[in-house]
Nanobody
Framework: QVQLVESGGGLVEAGGSLRLSCVAS????????MGWYRQAPGKQRELVAR???????NYADSVKGRFTITRDNGKNTVYLQMNSLSPVDTAVYYC??????????????WGQGTQVTVSS
């Protein structure tokens, strides 16, 4: 069983910073990619940032230059450093990973989500 556990959300004033963390645990053969999505009230879940084990990263246009995704492959952990936060960044942030739990199989897993609230 694979689990993703997020931490680091909270309340911050506009212009502030937060750092989210997500640790993958359980039976893991390999991790192809780890990333972050977010969902604001009344909106669809959207990709924020994603990184592959080949070192490729991609970001939503709205966060480029403000957010940075990094991975610690040895710890099966992904981080999202969020700077210059604004109220429009308020959402539940979800960790997502593409993981092989057994040889030959790949599944997408999701964390439970962590709330990020940015006050104006």
């Amino acid at each position: 069983q694979v689990q993703l556990v997020e931490s680091g959300g909270g309340l911050v004033e506009a212009g502030g910073s937060l750092r989210l963390s997500c640790v993958a645990s359980g039976t893991i053969i390999s991790i192809h990619s780890m990333g972050w999505y977010r969902q604001a009230p009344g909106k669809q879940r959207e990709l924020v940032a994603r990184g592959t084990n080949a070192g490729e990263t991609n970001y939503a246009d709205s966060v480029k230059g403000r957010f940075t995704i990094t991975r610690d492959n040895g710890k099966n952990t992904v981080y999202l450093q969020m700077n210059s936060l604004s109220p429009v960044d308020t959402a539940v942030y979800y960790c997502q990973a593409n993981i092989s739990p057994v040889v030959g199989a790949w599944n997408n897993y999701w964390g439970q989500g962590t709330q990020v609230t940015v006050s104006s």
